[in-house]
């Protein structure tokens, strides 16, 4: 617990009780710590989402090609990887039933990946 004496000043002021996970790729130089931690995040998420198993293979392979190329700074290799895990995902509904839960960390990646991650971005709902 944080005490304040005096006034805030801020954008934006979050009280929260437990833990906070921020979703902005504009907040960690350029972003590719963020996107690493949706990488985590997705990983995380995959076995809950009762894929098929040929699809959650396929989306396990994604998730590892967007890790890599995110560590690698390639953005464009990363972007076709996460382009092909949000239509998978889209394609199995789980964008639509796990959408809470897998839409922020895509979001982040769609826009770390800037003009690239445009497509992702639209394929994302809300």
Do not use: C, F
């Not at 239509?87 to 990646?109: I, T």
């Amino acid at each position: 617990m944080v005490n304040v004496r005096g006034g805030q000043n801020a954008t934006v002021i979050n009280n929260v009780d437990g833990d906070q996970h921020n979703y902005d790729a504009r907040t960690v130089g350029d972003g590719t710590q963020a996107a690493l931690g949706a990488v985590r995040d997705l990983r995380a998420l995959l076995d809950g989402l009762g894929l098929d198993p040929a699809t959650a293979q396929a989306a396990r392979a994604d998730v590892a090609e967007i890790e890599q190329a995110a560590s690698a700074g390639d953005k464009e290799r990363a972007g076709g990887s996460v382009e092909r895990l949000t239509a998978r995902l889209d394609r199995a509904g789980r964008l639509a039933s796990a959408g809470a839960a897998l839409v922020p960390p895509l979001r982040v990646l769609g826009g770390w990946l800037g003009g690239l991650g445009a497509g992702v971005l639209q394929m994302l709902p809300g």
